[in-house]
């Protein structure tokens, strides 16, 4: 076999291992991280694999690109609701947060390792910041849902206090190796580090969504392989030019998750599972680089560094910040136990190894174990501590899964699949009563292995595929009618445009609209509307319903067959 072949089985193999050894997390009560760590281990030079893998700067490139990758499907995720509702609390975490952090640590490791106090600051800074790789997965797979402020808080936060860690890493290497001062030249260090990450990502996001709306590419594969490379650039310019390239592609997937455009659903899936074989080689790599044996020679140390990193350094330097911003003493208590350190760390701690510090090898086994210690001590225990807290809240209801199958080439409309959930408001309830909006047809129902034509008198089922030929402009109110009860779109638009058939108890069903309590709820949109105008009944005349305007667009016959909706409240559930 070539050393291609080999280096082919072998990845595919620990890939393959690590994804089946995710299976026993649940049951373990281990976080994800630690199992691929542990698989690395395993199958590392002292484990049952016997891979010799010694090269830092392999681990650290392959390490760089995967995290990068996870922080781009981070951002893509992320809403820029939350982003708004706790930049101020997160960015304050993600600075002298770590800052903080940083120095408690660190000048406690250089009294219980023998390294100098620049040495344990440098241990601090490297351990310093939470990782966004760790928070994501775990918060994303505990099977518990914390509420939106505290959850956005630790996501944005670990997603956004890398650049910090990273700064503060290199401006104390530089001062050990090379003996710079501690000054200005540091603060425009940090300055073009943070702004030139900012702007990278908003430059690239922006174009990005400019130009995936404009291009027509025949491939339709190639729209998620364009948003990759996209978010890879702006890592790659920003750090060209000195910013920070994983604030940069953090921003940029916000920039770019945040926006409309075609094939969305399938690009969001596409680095979902691209995040995922990231964290994945990441993780069982570090764990083959490390030897197990070296961590005995550490274990005690690690071990005082880690609980006073969990139990001092973490809680003192969010209680105060958090305290500020109204945060209360469960949500301060969570938010100061999930700190969870990962795979940055890791990384950070094989620099210096790179430029060849002194005692190396010793900083690196003992932020190993750390992360060890943080990993399964605070992931295994986030669901315990966040129910004896009483922070877990009833998971929300879902929007419709949906898979967008194909763009009508140069049409304004697509093909689009529903999977209907057991908890759909669809289900049990005939197709005809769905309040589709005008224009949007379902072509086809897969149900198992038959295949039902689409008829008005069709009864849904849960697990039924609905396929669904519609504009681009109604994708938004199709999910909202086919999902999970209680869930309401956020991006419903101004104008719905909805069949003259449509019954109001059905509109006020599928879209959670409050239209007056003392209309008759069986009236259909027709009904109402010669009911209402009387002898003005005519095309494009209005009319108003309690806080609903309504608009007859198209008359047929003496008939209205188009009415816009102009809803200015939703339903409250009262």
């Keep these: 076999m070539f050393l291609i072949d080999q280096l082919i089985l072998l990845s595919s193999a620990l890939i393959l291992i690590g994804i089946l050894s995710s299976k026993l997390s649940a049951r373990l009560g281990l976080p994800m991280l630690v199992l691929f760590l542990m698989v690395g281990m395993l199958a590392g030079e002292e484990g049952l694999g016997r891979i010799v893998f010694d090269s830092p700067e392999i681990a650290h490139a392959i390490g760089t690109l995967a995290l990068a990758l996870i922080l781009f499907d981070g951002g893509l995720q992320t809403p820029l609701a939350s982003i708004k509702r706790v930049w101020k609390p997160a960015s304050v975490l993600a600075t002298l947060?770590?800052?903080?952090?940083?120095?408690?640590?660190?000048?406690?490791?250089?009294?219980?390792?023998?390294?100098?106090?620049?040495?344990?600051?440098?241990?601090?800074?490297?351990?310093?910041?939470?990782?966004?790789?760790?928070?994501?997965?775990?918060?994303?797979?505990a099977g518990i849902n914390l509420n939106n402020r505290v959850k956005a808080t630790l996501e944005i936060e670990s997603a956004s206090n890398d650049p910090m860690a990273i700064f503060l890493t290199i401006a104390l290497l530089e001062v050990i190796l090379n003996e710079a001062e501690i000054g200005l030249g540091l603060l425009l260090f940090f300055v073009l580090q943070m702004g030139g990450g900012a702007m990278g990502g908003l430059i690239a996001g922006y174009f990005t969504v400019r130009l995936i709306n404009k291009i027509n590419l025949q491939a339709t594969g190639l729209y998620p392989v364009l948003v990759t490379a996209a978010g890879l650039l702006s890592y790659g310019i920003a750090t060209y030019f000195g910013g920070s390239g994983f604030l940069a592609i953090f921003i940029c997937g916000v920039m770019i998750g945040n926006k409309r455009f075609v094939f969305q659903r399938t690009t969001f899936l596409f680095h979902d599972g691209l995040a995922w074989l990231s964290q994945i080689t990441m993780f069982v790599m570090l764990g083959l680089l490390i030897n197990p044996s070296s961590l005995l020679d550490v274990w005690l140390e690690g071990l005082v560094i880690g609980a006073i990193l969990l139990f001092v350094a973490r809680p003192l330097a969010v209680i105060p910040i958090l305290k500020i911003f109204g945060f209360n003493l469960r949500e301060i208590t969570l938010m100061s136990w999930v700190g969870l350190r990962g795979s940055v760390p890791i990384i950070l701690a094989i620099f210096p190894l790179l430029f060849g510090l002194p005692g190396a090898e010793l900083i690196f086994n003992a932020v190993f174990?750390?992360?060890?210690?943080?990993?399964?001590?605070?992931?295994?225990?986030?669901?315990?501590?966040?129910?004896?807290?009483?922070?877990i809240e009833r998971t929300p209801a879902k929007a419709a899964a949906v898979l967008e199958i194909t763009a009508l080439g140069q049409v304004d409309g697509e093909i689009v699949e529903y999977t209907l959930s057991e908890n759909s408001r669809a289900v049990k309830r005939r197709l005809a009563r769905m309040a589709l909006p005008e224009g949007a047809v379902v072509a086809m129902i897969s149900r198992g292995a038959k295949i039902i034509p689409p008829r008005g008198s069709t009864i849904l089922e849960a697990k039924d595929h609905l396929f669904v030929v519609l504009k681009d402009d109604y994708k938004e109110m199709v999910e909202q009618v086919f999902s999970e009860k209680g869930f309401r779109s956020s991006k419903l638009p101004a104008h719905w445009r909805l069949k003259g058939a449509s019954t109001l108890a059905d509109i006020e069903w599928c879209y959670e609209l409050l239209i007056n309590k003392g209309i008759n709820k069986h009236f259909t949109l027709d009904e109402l509307a010669r009911e209402q105008l009387g002898s003005d009944f005519a095309e494009f005349a209005e009319f108003t319903v309690g806080d609903v305007l309504f608009r007859v667009e198209e008359i047929v016959g003496n008939r209205a067959v188009t009415v816009i909706v102009m809803p200015s409240i939703l339903l409250d559930n009262a």
Excluded: Y
């Design 97 to 141: 947060g770590v800052v903080f952090t940083a120095v408690v640590t660190g000048a406690a490791a250089s009294v219980i390792l023998p390294i100098t106090l620049m040495e344990g600051l440098l241990l601090g800074a490297i351990v310093g910041s939470t990782d966004a790789a760790a928070v994501f997965s775990l918060l994303r797979n």
């Design 369 to 391: 174990f750390v992360v060890l210690i943080s990993s399964t001590l605070q992931g295994s225990t986030l669901p315990f501590v966040a129910r004896k807290l009483g922070l």
